[in-house]
């Protein structure tokens, strides 16, 4: 299994240019997440889904929007990026109903909005 | 609010010494505790988890972390520290389902 991956690894954009994170997992899992970390911060949700054709609103979803076509994939979309956006990007997914089921994450993407 | 609180930012500690790195929480139920490594530019890598149950836990790399419920804490702890251990430590709590709240951080250096 190559578990949750992330697509790119870096990238640079212009203000108000859009781009797609891309997040894929291989453990047939339901949940998926998107979260920001920032520099001296921890984690913060972004958007998550419970399953294909179901997403859900994070803690901070403002600029952001996402789409659960299949189970595998969870894209994140920004459409008009702003420098406030420049933050590295993790998903996340996690199998199972319950809260004991841990997440699993992705290697990240560094995003820098200049 | 819900929150969980690292309170220190940066520790730095000898090759073979102890180590203690503080987790507080506030949340009204019991919740489901989580302590996270994460080396420069990877990902999130899970140490251990407390649901319930005996609150002593054991985790991977010789870690371990107690629930104090009186104190709303889950300290981690190891008895001795190795170079490959400096890292960024993460304390998280999840409220509900999908709604995990992660502490700020605490940068581990070992000095050799």
């Known amino acids: 299994n190559a578990g949750v991956t992330q697509t790119p690894k870096f990238r640079i954009l212009k203000i108000g240019q859009s781009m797609t994170l891309q997040c894929a997992q291989d453990m047939n899992h339901n949940y998926m997440y998107w979260y920001r970390q920032d520099p001296g911060m921890g984690l913060k949700l972004i958007y998550y889904s419970v399953g294909a054709g179901i997403t859900d609103k994070g803690e901070v979803p403002n600029g952001y929007n996402v789409s659960r076509s299949t189970t595998e994939d969870f894209p994140l979309r920004l459409e008009l990026a702003a420098p406030s956006q420049t933050s590295v990007y993790f998903c996340?997914?996690?199998?199972?109903?319950?809260?004991?089921?841990?997440?699993?994450f992705g290697p990240g993407t560094r995003l820098t909005v200049t | 609010a819900q929150s969980v609180t690292q309170p220190d930012i940066h520790i730095t500690v000898s090759e073979g010494a102890s180590l203690e790195l503080r987790c507080n929480y506030s949340y009204g139920a019991t919740p489901y505790l989580f302590w996270y490594v994460q080396s420069p530019g990877q990902g999130l890598q899970l140490l251990l988890k407390?649901?319930?149950?005996?609150?002593l836990v054991q985790g991977i790399k010789g870690f371990e972390a107690e629930f104090k419920r009186s104190q709303s804490s889950f300290n981690l702890r190891k008895p001795s520290v190795h170079w490959s251990d400096a890292a960024e430590y993460f304390c998280a709590s999840l409220m509900n389902n999908n709604d995990m709240r992660f502490g700020a951080g605490t940068r581990l250096t070992v000095k050799p």
């Open positions: 996340a997914s996690r199998g199972g109903q319950g809260r004991i089921y841990e997440q699993y």
């Open positions: 407390y649901f319930s149950g005996d609150t």
